[in-house]
């Protein structure tokens, strides 16, 4: 009984103290490895936000929704952001579908910060929509010209059938020096892998690109390697979770928005807070949703929870009112679209994403 | 409304500025609800159409590139693989052109996220089969192709159920855009209703603005044309006929005043005109009295005159006889022409006395006067003439006595006889002359008796003949003054008869100056006669002058009256 009655005094004081927060929502695929690594980048701020005295001295709270990744989940989840009234901007979402689809829904209405979603559709879509990842269309190019420098010629091209998988192949195969033998779609789970192992390993191109996340990815280099393949394998941002699996995923190429062998302090202090938390290195994806939490906060600090304020402010930044991020400085285009990131070229040894070579 | 808008004009300008102004913001609101309308109906007919197009596109696509896959499963023909994915490509690119769009609710976009994800899948697991059949594996390809079909005939109702779901969201544009043109149009009527409603209000405020003070204007007109000048208009009228009321108020006054004035003035023209009127009948009356006086005068003053011709004519004879005494008596004519001396002078004086005969009634009544002298006179003349027959007499005895000593006297007294007998003869002449005189006086007598009747009928109707008679009676008195001198003159014989003379001649000379006077008289008479007639007749003139003034008063009166009657 005397149990019951702490329970629920402490319920209370816990509804106490989210009354008098501050809230942002945030959405994605929590299930899947990437969509894990944003939730625990925004955990760690939120952690050290609040454990610096909060935002103004108000505990900040984030709303977490998991959207699966699907446009659909997404828009819906969007809608409820929309209709609460506590929430004051959201973080995410996580994948460019997601965020296609929920952007519409945002529009005019809230204004939502993705983290990960680098579709080039996601270009200007609407003046509420932001994001600290640069586009794939920018992403798909360098990586194209990463490609030809390591002197690949002979492509064939994988992606995952969704906005972002379109977009980054797309960009991809426009920029691309040698022969694109194929150009296919893919499950995100990596069901037909076994297929496209054995059919590169009969068509031998030298270069595998996968625009896509890391299911799929280690499955077709499991299957690569089972069925002989010898070529490289190349992934964007979506395969920065390949090092989950460092035996299947070794000598991948991976263009990473950030990788936690980044020497900038700035990095390292949040590397080594991430590590502290929760046992693992930061990859892009957690970095790229610390970052966003990072600047949505600033703008809270700066101008409260009003919506249409925060847009404001968000959409100033730019230039010399940049905000510093562990991904680097962040500020927006008029697009929505980030000024200046760049992809760090990696390959997976070991289960790390060591520095391949520059991109810029 | 009086007090903002004081007159039909301002109330006018005021109102049809309020039209012009509301029919200008229906024009406006009319202008801008059909361009906005239009913009709408644009917006969502674009909208639409790039949906339409969006979701023809995604459909065509879909099946062209199903269609393709199969037929790449069946051939193997890189043409089917390419157009596989240009077709798979094009249907992306709808998917998200339809994702694009506006207005898309969030049902909708989660539907084509859902188809997206589908087509995604089906994509995916084709383009494994197309590996599978490039890899010689035709029975894994199949079966591959085959596990999709389920998600195909899904995708299928997904997209069906979009059509209809663009169908109802265009139902709703539709109901949405009707909505907006009913409640645009209902507003632009009631715009134009209240226009037409004030503008009416105007007309009929303007009207009744103008009819009301406008009928009480012209009953006061008529009110004033009947003369009712204490008519009068209530000025509390719009400021136009505040003015004109304040006028016609003015101007009936006025005419009041006016009306009042003439009232007074012709009552007393009225009654003026009828103090003239009765005073001129008086004075008519009068005149009529004295020209009936004055012929009576007239006509017994030439019964006079005639009279006293005859007397003078009498006395001419006398007159005459008297010269053939004073052709014998020297004294006699001394006497005669003393007597005639006073005769001038009471001639004289007659004149005089005729010029102050302008009083006809003293005048009268000295003429009565004087023809009771004449009588008297007469009377005196046969008392003279009996002295005179009995001087004669005496004298033919004087003389016979002469005659007989003269015979006694011889031849010594011969001559003395022949003077005896002539004195005798002398003596019988005076006789005779005395006997011939009273004969005359007989009839001056009568003639004067008559005459004498006529002066007393005359004297007694008019008085002024009476002093006129006076006058010659007082002549006569000095003719008979005269005559006694005569007289007395006349102790001797031709002193005698020169007095006999001489009286006879101042008999005959009053008798003409009676006469003349008498004539004067009725001259006189006759002029006052003729101009107690020309003032009769002024009188008759002033008195029909005074009826018409009266006349003339009395009708403006009534025209004065009837300006005050109802």
Redesign the interface.
Known sequence: MRLSLLLLASTLLACGGSESAMRLGMAGPFEEGFGLANRRGAELAVAEINAAGGINGTPLEIVYRDDQGEGSVAAAIAQDFVEDPSIAAVVGHVTSGAMVAAAKVYDGKLSALATTASSAALTGISPWVFRVISSDSANGVDLARFASRLGKTRAAILYENDAYGRGLADAFRGEFDGTVIGFDPIDADGTDAEVYGAWFAQQKPDLVFVAGTERSGLALMREARKAGVTAEFLGGDGWTGLVMDPVAAEGALVGAPFTALDPRPAAQKFVAAYRARYAADPDGNAALAYDAVQVLVAGLREVGGDRAALREWLAARSGDRAIPGVTGSIAFLPTGDPVGKSFVMTRIRSGALTPAESAK | MNLIFGTIRSRLIAGLSLVVVLLLVAGAVGRSAISGLSADLARTLDGVRRETSSTAALTTNIALELAAAGRYLDRGAAADLESF?NT??AA?EAQ?AL??SEG?S?SE??????I??Q???I???L??A???R??GRQAAAES?AAAVRAQEIALTAEIEQLAEMRAQQLERATTALQDTATRRQRFLLAVIIGAILIGVAIVVTTVRGISGPLSLLVAHARALSRGHLDFRTDTDLPGEFRELAEAMNSSAANLARVAAAATGTAEEVATSAHQLTSAAEQVSLAAAQTASAMSEVTSGAELQVSSLREADAALQGVRQRAHEVRAGAEEVADLASGIERQAREKRAEIVLAREMLADIRSSVDSAAIEVQALTETAESINRFVGIVSRIAEQTNLLSLNAAIEAARAGSAGRGFAVVADEVRKLADQAQQAAEDVVQLTAVVTRRVGTTTQAMAIGAARVGEIESVSKGIDTALTSITTAAEQTRAAAMGLGEAADLNVASVGAAALGISSAARAAEGHAAAAEQVSASTQEQSAACEEMSSAANALLQGSVHLKEIVASLRAE
């Open positions: 994915r798979g490509w992306h998200r994702n694009a898309l969030a976009i989660a539907l084509v996220a859902t997206d994800a087509l995604s899948s994509e995916a697991g383009a494994a197309h590996r599978l490039d890899l591959r």
